[in-house]
């Protein structure tokens, strides 16, 4: 592939990491987990490949889109109520059975420690699900934090799990970075005023993440090397 002349990227005092589509394909897991409840609930099952264009807002959205077989709307409440904790029960146990970090990923995280730049993790995951897939995936000590979106009372792509991410780091939100995959990634970022970098290959709906305007699109993490003046 040609590379084109890019102007570097001003060296960031931390650099926050999106989960799903960015650091982990967890949709092996999650598309196992949707289906196995679909199965329970006597409905059809959804596929992998529906599944991959649902996630990335949160475990109560995609059990809402698989209830419905699409990306909007509200399914009835109670069947919503009964699907929710089948759903929570099995992804409890299937969190990282399947999922595996991304080509580039354990290279990225360890070049960016050299670095000395402080590293965080923010995800719209909630904790009891994060935790477990960062620890057994073996990358959870790269992070000195982990916003989970449990944690606050708007997740992204509202800018304040990045905003707490910076007060919990001690660092201003001018001097900070984003690694991310998605439209909500591209908007928490620009909200919160940290520059925003996303990966061509995560989970956006099926949109192209380049439409909304990035500070810089990378193949593969290990790329931050080359697009930051480091």
């Given at each position: 592939?040609?590379?084109?002349?890019?102007?570097?990227?001003?060296?960031?005092?931390?650099?926050?990491?999106?989960?799903?589509g960015t650091l982990v394909d967890s949709v092996p897991d999650l598309a196992w987990c949707v289906d196995a409840m679909m199965r329970e609930?006597?409905?059809?099952?959804?596929?992998?490949?529906r599944v991959r264009h649902w996630?990335?807002?949160?475990?109560?959205?995609?059990?809402?889109?698989?209830?419905?077989?699409k990306l909007d709307g509200e399914p009835e409440q109670a069947l919503y109520d009964k699907a929710l904790p089948i759903f929570q029960a099995l992804y409890s146990e299937n969190t990282s059975k399947r999922s595996s970090?991304?080509?580039?990923?354990?290279?990225?995280?360890?070049?960016?420690k050299t670095t000395g730049v402080r590293m965080g993790c923010v995800t719209?995951?909630?904790?009891?699900?994060?935790?477990?897939?960062?620890r057994d995936l073996g990358v959870q000590d790269y992070f000195e934090t982990v916003i989970c979106g449990d944690e606050v009372e708007r997740k992204k792509p509202d800018p304040q799990p990045l905003e707490l991410a910076a007060e919990r780091l001690d660092t201003a939100v001018e001097d900070?970075?984003?690694?991310?995959?998605?439209?909500?990634?591209?908007?928490?970022a620009r909200?919160?005023?940290f520059q925003?970098?996303?990966?061509?290959?995560?989970?956006?709906?099926?949109e192209d993440i380049r439409d909304y305007n990035p500070d810089a699109v990378i193949d593969s993490m290990a790329e931050i090397r080359d697009i930051v003046d480091w």
């Open positions: 592939m040609r590379m084109m002349e890019v102007t570097l990227l001003p060296r960031p005092k931390m650099v926050l990491i999106d989960v799903d609930l006597d409905m059809p099952e959804r596929g992998e490949a996630v990335g807002n949160g475990v109560e959205r995609l059990v809402k889109r698989a209830l419905l077989d970090l991304y080509n580039g990923v354990e290279e990225a995280l360890a070049f960016l719209n995951k909630a904790s009891q699900f994060t935790l477990p897939l960062l900070s970075l984003m690694l991310g995959d998605s439209m909500s990634d591209v908007k928490a909200a919160a005023g925003i970098v996303c990966m061509s290959y995560g989970y956006n709906h099926g």
